[in-house]
Structure formats: C-alpha cells, structure tokens
C-alpha cells in the first residue's frame, strides 16, 4: 500500500533535505563571490566572505607621513598623523617589527633607540619624534591590529565598469551581448522550421533525418572546430562575429531540432486536422498554431543556447578573438585577469559576478519553461 500513487513516501523528509543541502551547495559560491565583490582587498585576504558582516580583527602594515612636513618643538622634530579614515575602527594592539606586531598597547610609547620615539593613540593618531636625522627618509613603518567593522564598497564595480584601466569589463560585456543574442535566436529561427517538418509533414526519408540528427547530439564539438575554421577562412569569413554565430548556430541545431520536434510532435493532431480543413496553409498552421503552442519548448531551448553561449570560451576564442583585442568576450577577460591580476581576488570577484549576473537573470526569468520543454515529448 505504500507504493499507491498520490501517497508521500515515507522518506520524504530524507528526500527534502538533500534536496535542501545540493541548492545550498550550488549557492554558496555565488553568494561568496557577491559578497566578496563588494569588499576590499585587504579584507578578503585578512577573512573570508562568511566574516564580512560581523567586526573583524585584521593586522595591517603603516608608515608615518612624509617626515618633509615635519615641525621642530624644542629640540626634537615631530611627524603627526591619523592612520585611520574609519573613525570607527578600534585598535587593540601595535608594534614597530613585524616579529611582534602586538608589542604595545594603544596610547603606549615606543623606544626606538638614541631618543627617537613613537606614540600611537586609540583614536589613530600617532606621534613621531626624533632629532634631525632620525626623522628622515621614507618614514617609520609600524603594524597595527584593529577591530575593523563591516565595511562594503563600490569602488570595485566601479572599476570594472567604468574605469578607464585594461581591467575595464564593459567593452567585454557588450562584445559578450552581441554574440549571445544572435547566437540564441537564429538557432531557434532554423530549428522551428525543421521541427515543424519533421513533425508534422510526410516526406521521403524522414525517419532517416530524424535518426542522423539524433547522431549529431553526440559528436563532440571540438571534433569540428578546426575543420569549420578552415571552412570559413576559405570562402571570406574569416574570425568575426559573423563566423562565431555561423558556428554556435550549427552546434546547437541538433539539440534544438531534437528538443522541438519531440514537443511538436506531441501537440493534439486535431487542431492540425481542423486548421487544414478550414483551409490554412502549412506556413500559416505553423505560425499562427505551432509556434504559440511550442513557446515552452522554444523558451527551454533559448536558456540552454544563452547560458551555453554566454559562457562559452573555446568557440570565441577559435572563431572571434584577434590580436587587436576588439572582440574579446567576458570569458576571455577573466583568463586574462587570471594571468595579470590573479592575486587581486576582489576585482576577480567582482568580474566574475558580473559574468555570471545576466545568465542568473534569465534563468530566473525563465525557469518556468525549462522543465515543461524539457519533458516534451517523453509522455503521451
């Protein structure tokens, strides 16, 4: 009796919470990712995202202003300063070597031999003091650990999208943009024409296209990208954005076609029946019928081929990027920032989140048609 349908499982708690533990294991990256996008360099490499809303201790490395701006009082000369902007920011302990950072307490005075002192205060501000020579060169270098409280800043979006440095992103996401878009409509444009024939006209050799096109879902793609190459350099396409939608275009028909024959094939035969009856054309079924019927296949389809295309690397990179830069697409801008700013994780961060911030938006958007395309056609 437990097997009747319509009955809950009597597992269905265990079902639940693994179904619980796998979403949050795919959303905790991204969410690391948002939040380290809004943090600064020091912090991500002092904390881990989970840490960003709650008071930090961080030790950071000082020096004392400019000893040129230095004043004489009496006998000695003195450099004063504030090393903090964030007035909120506690110290709890200081120290002049980096072999022992918490050697004094705030407000405590360091003894730097033959006179030369220094005196960091809990507000931040500090006191250099010293004959002539002594106040000299760089300045005193001294290390400072402070409860830092939650701090977030623009400052890195604002880099990646409008600063006018090689990290700028924004010429990558338009370049990014235009290739997705054609790249995701012209596929569906061919494939809702065959999908219809296939589906719904009888010719010679029918089930031998369909059979040859469900061969295709399995040829791997880098099987073809060289020879396709050759192909379009031979007859004056050369790299470009025409070629790179010529390319995502003939790798994803294979599945749109299979994807929207399958759910063509399983729309009720009377409204077809009935349409031809009344006189409509194959063309006019197709477009006026066919087509509103088949929007959640159409729509499933439309999020594979973005999101494929979107975050596609190898087939921009064999049939769009050249030497000038020009074309370069957001996957191959974060390579490249891999290679010159790899140890900068803020600004990776943030251009990650960015790459991944259109693709989460059409998902969302759209998930209510992934799952009803998808199971077309598997059920009658």
């Keep these: 009796m437990d097997n009747i349908a319509g009955r809950k499982p009597a597992l269905g708690w265990a079902v639940n919470i693994s179904v619980i533990l796998i979403v949050l294991l795919w959303i905790f990256p991204t969410v690391g ?16 995202w989970w840490k960003a809303f709650f008071p930090t201790e961080q030790t950071e490395q000082f020096r004392t202003a400019d ?23 506690n110290i709890a302990s200081w120290g002049t070597s980096s072999r022992d950072v918490s050697a004094y307490a705030p407000g405590e005075t360091a003894d730097l031999g033959d006179g030369e002192t ?8 500090y006191r250099w003091t010293g004959n002539d020579e002594q106040i000299s060169g760089r300045g005193q270098r001294f290390f400072v650990t402070a409860t830092q409280p939650p701090e977030f800043t623009l400052r890195n979006y604002d880099n990646m999208l409008f600063g006018g440095s090689s990290d700028n992103i924004s010429k990558a996401f338009f370049n990014t943009l235009t290739v997705t878009i054609p790249a995701t409509i012209i596929p569906i444009l061919f494939a809702a024409f065959a999908a219809y024939a296939l589906a719904w006209m009888d010719f010679p050799g029918r089930a031998l296209l369909i059979a040859f096109i469900v061969a295709l879902l399995v040829v791997p793609l880098q099987l073809a990208l060289i020879p396709l190459l050759k192909l379009h350099l031979s007859i004056g396409i050369g790299k470009g954005y025409l070629g790179v939608w010529l390319a995502h275009t003939g790798f994803g028909l294979p599945l749109a076609v299979y994807l929207l024959r399958n759910y063509m094939a399983g729309l009720p035969r009377d409204i077809i029946e009935n349409a031809r009856v009344d006189g409509a054309t194959d063309f006019q079924i197709f477009i006026k019928i066919i087509l509103p019927l088949s929007f959640p296949a159409l729509a499933s389809f439309a999020i594979f081929q973005f999101l494929w295309t979107w975050n596609d690397l190898l087939v921009a990179i064999v049939f769009l990027v ?59």
């Design 322 to 380: 050249d030497s000038s830069g020009d074309t370069t697409v957001m996957t191959r801008h974060i390579v490249e920032l891999l290679g010159t700013r790899g140890g900068n994780w803020e600004i990776l961060a943030t251009a990650a989140f960015v790459s991944m911030a259109v693709p989460l938006l059409v998902f969302f958007f759209m998930q209510r048609y992934l799952v009803r395309g998808l199971l077309a056609g598997s059920v009658k």
């Design 33 to 48: 990712l948002l939040v380290s996008s809004f943090r600064t360099a020091d912090q991500i490499s002092s904390s881990g």
């Design 67 to 89: 000893p040129d701006g230095r004043v004489q009082d009496g006998d000695v000369f003195v450099v004063e300063g504030v090393i903090f902007e964030n007035a909120e920011a």
């Design 118 to 125: 220094l005196t960091l205060n809990e507000d931040g501000t």
